[in-house]
């Protein structure tokens, strides 16, 4: 059974800061998907990382992929207050059509 | 990209009354789409995979008769809430993925469903 743990699960920055959220995993998988939501709202895709080594940015949002690790980062430069939400991420193995989803980091972007 | 669409966004119910979700794929065709639940403050969890013309795979300890799923055609999928009790209350989120290149999933808007 997959397993995916996010940290931190709750996350206070300041506005202007850097931070980094983990999402470590634990069976093989060869793409990730991280996504985001707001308060009331349903899930806008952010990324989608199909190889090891993947690096994928946005924005201010960057996220990688280890698949030998089993670890995906998703880097926050010069936090804004507009970023601040639910972040998931989503490990898949290809032909794998279910989702599993973390357990979601709360990021507060704090003026 | 592709759209999915879910109704209600919300709903309020009496317990004991059955509640129905559509899902819709607006632009591709679906022969699979996903139910999942959401609690407050909590991550999505699967309840069921819905399948076009066949029966609803379901998820350990989700019960098949109090959520019934129907995907009678490749662009909608419905999941009921048989007799509603204040626990089922939640948010209800269907997903449909694509079935080529880097095999997106969408999400439709959810449902906040409260039972009263």
């Known amino acids: 059974e997959l397993k995916v743990e996010q940290n931190p699960l ?14 470590n995993y634990s069976t093989t998988s060869d793409r990730l998907y991280w996504y985001r939501q707001d308060p009331g709202k349903s899930l806008e895709s952010l990324f989608v990382l199909l190889s090891n080594g993947a690096v994928k940015q946005e924005g201010r949002l ?11 980062t998703l880097h926050i430069t010069a936090a ?21 989803f973390g357990t979601g980091t709360r990021l507060t972007i704090i003026p | 990209g592709a759209v999915v669409s879910q ?40 309840m069921a995979t819905s399948n076009e013309g066949s029966k609803a795979t ?3 300890g989700v019960e098949k008769d109090k959520f019934l799923i129907n995907h009678a055609s490749l662009t909608l999928s419905t999941l009921t809430v048989t007799s509603a009790h204040p626990e089922d209350s939640s948010f209800y989120i269907c997903s ?18 409260t039972v009263v």
């Open chain 1, 10 to 23: 709750f996350l206070s920055m300041q506005e202007g800061k850097n931070y980094t959220i983990y999402c």
């Open chain 1, 62 to 72: 960057m996220a990688s992929l280890d698949t030998k690790a089993r670890l995906s």
């Open chain 1, 80 to 100: 804004v207050h507009d970023l601040s939400a639910t972040y998931f991420c989503a490990p898949n193995l290809f032909g794998n059509e279910k989702l599993t």
């Open chain 2, 7 to 46: 109704h209600p966004s919300r709903v309020i119910c009496k317990s004991g009354t059955s509640v129905k979700i559509e899902c819709r794929s607006l632009d591709f065709q679906a022969t699979t789409m996903f139910w999942y639940r959401q609690f407050p403050k909590q991550s999505l969890m699967l």
């Open chain 2, 58 to 60: 379901y998820e350990q």
């Open chain 2, 96 to 113: 449909a993925r694509e079935r080529t290149g880097p095999f997106l999933a969408f999400f439709g808007q959810g449902t906040r469903l």
